[in-house]
C-alpha cells in the first residue's frame, strides 16, 4: 500500500522559501516507472501540477515555476523534498505529494496534502 | 504548455440522472488523460486513466470516453456521494497540466 506524507512550514513570510518535504512508503523511487509529484491547490482554485522526479533522478517542472522550484530525492529516506523560494501570498495553497506509477503520468496516490498561508 | 477547458463549469443534475462532463484540450493527447474527483477538504481521488479505463475500486457507474482532443466523463446514474469536483489531466506532453474543474451540485 503506497502512502504519502507532506510535512513543511504552516506559515512562511514573504520572499522566504519553502521547503516541504514529501516521506513515503509501499514503494521504492529506484523501482523503474517509479515517480513522486507535487500538485499544489490555492484556496477555492484548480489543482497545478508543479514538479515530478522519477526514477532515474529526473526532473520535470511547471513552465512558470521552473525558476523558482527544485526536486530532490534521498532514497535512503524514502523522501522527496521540494523547494519553492521567493514565496509570495499568490503561493498559498494546500501542497500535495504524489505517487505516478508504472508506464503513465497520472496520480494513482496522494498525501493528504499541507497548507501552506504565505504571509507577513 | 497544452491548455485544458472543462465545460460546464457548475452541473446541476438530480440524483439518480446522468451527468456529463466534457474536457477539451487545444492540441492532441492521444488518449493520456486522467479523470479525478474531489470532495471538500479531501485529496481528490483518480477516477479514469487512459481516457476510459476506470481505476481500482471505481463503480462501473463512471465511465470516460474520447481521444485526440474531446473527452467525455458520464456519470449513468448519479448516487448523493458523486456530487463532487471533477478535474481532467493530460500527460501526454511535459508540463502536466489540470482543467479548472467542474462542479457537479444537486438540482
Known amino acids: 500500500q503506497v502512502t504519502l506524507r507532506e510535512s513543511g512550514p504552516a506559515l512562511v513570510r514573504p520572499s522566504q522559501t519553502l521547503t516541504l518535504t514529501c516521506t513515503f512508503s509501499?514503494?521504492?523511487?529506484?523501482?523503474?516507472?517509479?515517480?513522486v509529484s507535487w500538485i499544489r491547490q490555492p484556496p477555492g482554485k484548480a489543482l497545478e501540477w508543479l514538479a515530478l522526479?522519477?526514477?532515474?533522478?529526473?526532473?520535470y517542472y511547471s513552465t512558470s515555476l521552473k525558476n523558482r522550484l527544485s526536486i530532490s530525492m534521498d532514497t535512503s529516506r524514502n523522501q522527496v523534498i521540494l523547494t519553492l523560494t521567493d514565496m509570495d501570498p499568490a503561493d498559498t495553497a494546500t501542497y500535495y505529494c504524489?505517487?505516478?506509477?508504472?508506464?503513465?503520468?497520472?496520480?494513482?496516490?496522494w498525501g493528504q496534502g499541507a497548507r501552506v498561508t504565505v504571509s507577513s | 504548455d497544452i491548455m485544458m477547458t472543462q465545460s460546464p463549469p457548475t452541473l446541476s443534475v438530480s440524483p439518480g440522472q446522468r451527468a456529463t462532463l466534457s474536457c477539451r484540450t487545444n492540441?492532441?493527447?492521444?488518449?493520456?488523460l486522467a479523470w479525478y474527483q474531489q470532495k471538500p477538504g479531501r485529496a481528490p481521488r483518480l477516477l479514469i486513466y487512459d481516457a476510459s479505463t476506470r481505476a481500482t475500486g471505481i463503480p462501473a457507474r463512471f465511465s470516460g470516453s474520447g481521444s485526440g482532443t474531446e473527452f467525455t466523463l458520464t456519470i449513468s446514474s448519479l448516487l448523493s456521494e458523486d456530487f463532487a469536483l471533477y478535474y481532467c489531466q493530460q500527460f501526454n506532453n511535459w508540463p502536466l497540466t489540470f482543467g479548472q474543474g467542474t462542479k457537479l451540485e444537486i438540482k
Open positions: 504524489t505517487h505516478m506509477g508504472g508506464t503513465a503520468w497520472y496520480v494513482d496516490s
Open positions: 492540441q492532441s493527447v492521444s488518449t493520456n
Open positions: 522526479i522519477d526514477w532515474e533522478d529526473d526532473k
Open positions: 509501499g514503494f521504492s523511487l529506484r523501482a523503474s516507472g517509479m515517480c
